[in-house]
């Protein structure tokens, strides 16, 4: 019989829910000031905000993504949404060291979605004494959504778009009220969206992470990082009790007592299955070269002082408010609504088009000058 020694380590949970709080607090925070600034350009200065959040950016990805691209071939950080290009950085960073850990310790819609799992498993456990798990026939081909819609915004950015259309989409008004038009989507919901929002809601109740797990594309690149992260959950096989408890409490149904390292693209780092191992040093944190436990609040600490110091660089850079004045936003605040975007590859070839036609007329007219 194997001699058990108790863990004692204090669970990181609290840190996490903590965590999780403050970031939600933030964005709520954000969203009444942009609703202010908004309220701001909507009466000609008369009442409202003049100042902007930058961190309303965080919810421009497609926008932040196109910014990251443009900074590998042109080494320039745009200046239409610099803090987007930094939060997407941070939360690459903070992914890259820590695995998918983004979604679990950060993301408001992942602690939305996790309190509405929660909430579901207590329904499900009173009701038939198991969570519900999707059996894996559909699991794997939902979970493969996520990856499709990640893979075409990659192809329809990074492979069909030219250097210049993505100066030129960047430089748009389009971009430039991006922010702004995301404000009317949900100022202004449509029946149809609405009712998408809800059927997501409700499934998110009775299907654990329903949106994080088979639609969302950033848990898609997140996802792909934790296979190239230097940091994994590993299990102590010659010390674990085979007791489940963290299987059970692995709100991606890892199933953690099975393996000796979790590899996976669902794993979040949320470190409840290390917190719910009552044997010490069997089920921990560690590094994939040097295989060096790590500690739990250094994991906590780590995830959080990683993404502030990812965006500070950018804050104290000054790369953090955008070059767009006040009376800029003024001048395009009646026709926002009007603006649109390209929404699919053949769009994107006709803008790479258009910015090659311009390019050439404007060396034209300086060649002919
Ligand atoms: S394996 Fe552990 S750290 Fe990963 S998602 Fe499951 S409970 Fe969280
Ligand atoms: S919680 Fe998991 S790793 Fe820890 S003893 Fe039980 S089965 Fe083993």
Redesign the pocket.
Known sequence: MKKVIKNTDKPVQIYRTISQIAFVLLCIWIGVEFHLFVKYLETGGVSGSPSRPPGVEGFLPISALMSVYYFLISGEIHSVHPSGFFILLAVIGVSLVFGKSFC?WICPVGFLSESLGDFGDKIWLRLFKRRLKIPRFLDYPLRSLKYLLLAFFVYAIFFTMTELALKVFLDSDYNKVADIKMYYFFAEISRFSLIVISVLFVLSIFIRNFWCRYLCPYGALLGILNFVSPTR?KREPLSCIDCGL?TK????F?K?DKVKT?I?D?????????DACPVKDTLFMSTVIRKKKINKITVALGIIMLFISITGIGMISGNWHNSISTPQYLHHIDNVKNLGHPTGVREIKELNEKSEERNLNEGKKISGK
């Open positions: 679990s959950i963290c409490a692995c709100p991606s890892i953690v979790v996976s669902e794993c979040s780092s949320c470190m409840s299955c290390v």
